[in-house]
């Protein structure tokens, strides 16, 4: 099983994207899901969380731009990312929130954020 996120690019700061990820149900109920990021030189870090019941945390440096959520059908996770900044440039991953549950990492998508 691997978690294939999409939706990235390139993008000027001040911008928006989404992101999303397909999942099937029963990953995203038992861990909860979670975005990660891997910026060019720097550890793969949690930026955002979401259980299945809905609760959420971010990262202080994304908090109050970007929202994390899933749909009903908890097959589908979102990172709504706004106020973009160059700093955010990173290859975004998707995977379960708990270490424990945790899948192969997929290839990410790669956000830019430029003039």
């Known amino acids: 099983v691997q978690l294939q996120a999409s939706g990235g690019g390139l993008v000027q700061p001040g911008g928006s994207l989404r992101l999303s990820c397909s999942v099937s149900g029963t990953i995203f109920k038992n861990g909860g899901m979670g975005w990660y990021r891997r910026a060019p030189g720097k550890a793969r870090e949690l930026v955002a969380a979401v259980t299945s019941g809905g609760s959420t945390y971010y990262d202080d440096s994304v908090k109050g731009r970007f929202l994390i959520s899933g749909d009903n059908g908890k097959t589908t996770v979102y990172l709504q990312m706004n106020r973009l900044k160059p700093e955010d440039t990173a290859v975004y991953y998707c995977?379960?929130?708990?270490?424990?549950?945790?899948?192969?990492w997929g290839q990410g998508t790669l956000v830019t954020v430029s003039s």
């Open positions: 995977n379960t929130a708990s270490p424990a549950l945790r899948v192969p």
